[in-house]
């Protein structure tokens, strides 16, 4: 049916064990010219969020329709959520601050504009920047997200500046489900409400979709998971989107606080657990790429996925920032990392190969605290988040991540952020650190949760495996006894990024 | 009665600027205000005032019941 057909198909192979198609899928997953595309895309790619970098431009302020999960007058500096950002930039500014940050972070790969409002809905600051930046890095790719309403007027435009990624935000198909979603959109100089609204909405994305799938630019899909709301539909949304030749499809929690200020967040609206997301996510990966490694982050975000480096980079401070952009340095540097992921994949393929002809029902989550490049490199009381992997006799799998608040804040409160981070790992059997005290060990491993720092500095799948391995051999000899672990909560409130 | 913007509302997002037909709006210190001498409501134009419609904030671009109704030209 459309041009992008070929990179499909590969879904259903993707279940149990083998890292899914898509996100998580390697370069011999993947056509050669789709991998091209996405081997250095950190949203693309899970295997390359681990090493590569990509960072927001905050130059589209202006949006076109209303969502109940944002509200545009909160913004602070400490919190990190779509939508959210600190400091409006013009073009120029855009341009300059790209370069100052692909000089300092060389592994930053990719460009996106993803608000804070809908970069379609400021056409000509998003062009004008992607203009500016082709003319001046060029190595680096360009994306954008976009709620899809004013898509199919810039089908072209994207198209003639090469524009290789796009991401549109579907949460529906139906609009007796819209509504609920969106109070309003603003269209051809109207304001429509309602199921109208809805309905003009969910045909504009479809048809952009199917658009730019026809033209091979690779399109990515997010939904908000909203419980009660649209969380079964999601299953059709999921077939909708596939059928129309997204590559990739994104379903995120909801993120809903009554401090947010949003229609969702003061009437209730409670977002899903780590458990009910999983399973929807699961369910959905019969059908299509997953996913998993999304961290909502902020319209100005800067830095590898997780970690938000923005504040280095504010206007003030980007003044004092020397500039030199240096293509080869970045390409060398690259080609580094490059080798430090194939190092990777053959101690993954090395200890995947012991795990051959074992056969066991078992499967189960662990946690690891991770700074990059694949490594179990964290110390617990350091980790802003946890990245969760799924272990089972046909390899790890990278299936999700958890925030939570630093445990060790020099002293205070840290009883409370314990059972916090108990909290957001409870579904996990164990939890792989580089370096952990002895008061929170015990506490974890009453909880149920085997604290792990014997495989300090090493690979987190090879790792991951190995220790899966030995639970195996306990389980077998009746030292151990397997047992399903509970749900998990996502955290909700304002995340402090550093 | 021309349009003005509640200055401690506005959010600065600049959805309004390129949707008045007139060209009536700009930037001041981080927010947006209407040049009242420019601004017709849109009559004319559209069913209704652009900046009102496109506007995330409830009740942040309202008419100026402070000053007299705009004429449209005879």
């Keep these: ?498 | 009665m021309p349009l003005k913007i509640i200055a401690s509302q506005c959010t600065g997002c600049s959805a309004c600027e390129p949707e008045c037909p007139n060209v009536a709006i700009t930037e001041k210190g981080g927010v947006f205000f209407i040049n009242p001498k420019k601004c017709t409501e849109c009559i004319g134009h559209f069913d209704a005032p652009q900046c009102t419609a496109v506007c995330p904030v409830d009740n942040t671009c309202v008419i100026d019941k402070s000053l007299p109704r705009y004429q449209p030209a005879a």
């Design chain 1, 1 to 498: 049916m459309q041009q992008s057909a070929d990179y499909k198909g590969c879904g259903t192979s993707g279940g149990a064990g083998k890292a899914s198609c898509g996100s998580g899928a390697g370069a011999n997953d993947l056509p050669p010219h789709i991998w091209d595309k996405v081997k250095n895309h950190p949203c693309y790619s899970e295997e390359a969020h681990h090493h590569y970098a990509r960072m927001h431009v905050a130059v589209a302020p202006a949006c076109n329709i209303q969502c109940n999960y944002c509200n545009r007058k909160y913004d602070c500096a400490n919190e990190s959520r779509p939508g959210v950002v600190s400091e409006k930039l013009t073009p120029e500014q855009a341009a300059k601050k790209v370069l100052a940050v692909a000089s300092t972070i060389p592994q930053m790969t990719v460009l996106g504009i993803a608000g804070p409002g809908d970069p379609l809905a400021n056409p000509q600051k998003t062009f004008k920047t992607f203009e500016l930046i082709a003319k001046t890095a060029p190595d680096i790719k360009l994306c954008l997200s976009t709620n899809g309403l004013a898509l199919p007027d810039h089908v072209e435009t994207i198209s003639k500046f090469k524009v290789d990624h796009v991401t549109i935000t579907i949460n529906m198909i139906d609009p007796a489900i819209g509504q609920r979603i969106y109070p309003w959109i603003f269209w051809n100089h109207k304001r429509y409400t309602g199921r109208e609204a809805a309905q003009l909405l969910t045909e504009r994305q479809l048809l952009g979709l199917e658009m730019l799938s026809a033209r091979g630019i690779l399109c990515k899909v997010n939904s908000v998971m909203i419980p009660g709301v649209n969380d079964k539909h999601l299953v059709e949304v999921n077939r909708a989107v596939k059928s129309r030749g997204a590559f990739l499809h994104n379903i995120m929690p909801l993120i809903s606080a009554p401090e947010h200020g949003t229609v969702f967040g003061l009437a209730g609206q409670r977002g899903p657990t780590a458990q009910e997301l999983k399973a929807l996510q699961d369910d959905c990966e019969g059908e299509m790429n997953m996913m998993r490694h999304c961290r909502q982050c902020r319209a100005d975000a800067v830095g590898l996925l997780g970690e938000d480096r923005s504040a280095e980079f504010t206007t003030d401070k980007l003044n004092s920032i020397q500039v030199r952009y240096d293509a080869d340095a970045r390409k060398s540097y690259q080609a580094a990392v490059e080798r430090e992921r194939e190092a990777k994949a053959a101690a993954r393929e090395s200890q995947l190969a012991t795990l051959a002809g074992e056969h066991s029902e078992i499967k189960l989550l662990v946690a690891v605290a991770t700074k990059g490049s694949g490594l179990i490199n964290e110390h617990f009381g350091h980790a802003k988040e946890f990245q969760v992997y799924e272990l089972s006799t046909a390899g790890a799998k990278f299936v999700g991540h958890r925030r939570v608040d630093l445990y060790c804040q020099g002293g205070y409160g840290e009883e409370e952020s314990l059972s916090t981070v108990i909290r957001a790992i409870n579904d996990c059997h164990a939890v792989f650190v580089a370096k952990i005290g002895g008061c929170p060990k015990a506490e974890l491993a009453q909880a149920g949760i085997d604290p792990v720092d014997r495989h300090a500095g090493e690979f987190i799948e090879k790792s991951a495996i190995s220790w899966f391995q030995h639970y195996l051999d306990r389980v077998r000899s009746g030292e151990i006894q397997h047992r399903a672990r509970g749900d998990a909560d996502i955290r909700q409130g304002a995340f402090i990024a550093a």
